[in-house]
């Protein structure tokens, strides 16, 4: 009797401890044990220098795990992340994929180029005086380290070679403006504001020589400031009466708020 008992317990034990390693934050800890599914980005996302990409790898179990990440190339670096694991591979890329980029088809990249965006813009964005976002301690592991793809240089940061703040709505802008004088000096970076700037964000920045008189704001379109929305980012311009988004501020509606993990199907 006492012997069918612990075998039943350790049945159990085992049955817990399988169940565990199926975990999605266990799936990501040895997610560089598997191989790569595929790496995307939206169309156009050089333009403004901001990139959502998404990295996926596929488990022994046929599901996806993946992470996403909100890359700023143009001074920030890693702005957000967050990853989902245990996804079925069909649901992954007739679902999931498509509801990250809110319908518009992501373009397809290579394991090398993904790498070089995220490990290029953190340290672009080190240097400017800013760290990655928290959860990317933990979405690393969707990638290689950084020494494995060496960097080919292709990719550019900053606008032009500058380093170019270019706000987001829900930005704490002051406080990124003074860590950029702080790290750079006055005069040291381009600003484009989200909005309205803050008030006495005259006495952080510097405006270039050719800004319009009629406006504080800076954009690389200057000839064309009311511009429509460009249709291959979703980027709103100053200018525009009626602003809207191919990316709406909501974009990681599936990610729980108690937790960076994007949940297969949550409403």
Not at 2 to 11: A, N, S
Not at 23 to 40: I, K
Not at 113 to 120: F, K
Request: glycine letters at 8%; proline letters at 9%.
């Amino acid at each position: 009797m006492q012997k069918r008992t612990r075998r039943k317990t350790k049945l159990a034990r085992r049955a817990v401890h399988e169940s565990a390693a199926d975990r999605p934050d266990r799936v990501l800890r040895r997610a560089r044990e598997f191989p790569f599914a595929g790496c995307w980005v939206q169309p156009g996302w050089q333009d403004y220098g901001i990139a959502s990409m998404v990295v996926a790898r596929a488990q022994p179990s046929n599901e996806i795990v993946f992470a996403r990440f909100l890359v700023d190339t143009f001074c920030l670096g890693m702005k957000d992340t967050f990853f989902g694991a245990n996804v079925p591979e069909d649901q992954f890329h007739q679902g999931a994929l498509p509801r990250l980029y809110a319908g518009v088809e992501p373009v397809p990249i290579s394991v090398e180029l993904a790498h070089e965006i995220v490990y290029g813009a953190i340290e672009y964005a080190e240097a400017n005086g800013f760290r990655p976002h928290g959860h990317f301690r933990r979405t690393q592991w969707i990638l290689d380290p950084p020494d494995v793809h060496p960097s080919t240089g292709a990719i550019r940061f900053g606008y032009r070679g500058r380093p170019t703040y270019l706000a987001g709505q829900e930005d704490n802008q002051s406080a990124i403006l003074n860590k950029l004088v702080a790290t750079l000096g006055r005069g040291g970076f381009t600003y484009i504001p989200a909005g309205d700037p803050p008030e006495g964000f005259e006495d952080l920045v510097d405006l270039p020589e050719d800004a319009p008189e009629q406006s504080l704001i800076w954009t690389p379109q200057q000839e064309d400031q009311t511009r429509s929305v460009a249709s291959e980012t979703g980027i709103w311009l100053p200018g525009q009466d009626d602003p809207e988004s191919e990316w709406p501020e909501d974009e990681p509606a599936e990610e729980p708020s108690e937790s960076q993990l994007w949940v297969p199907g949550r409403q």
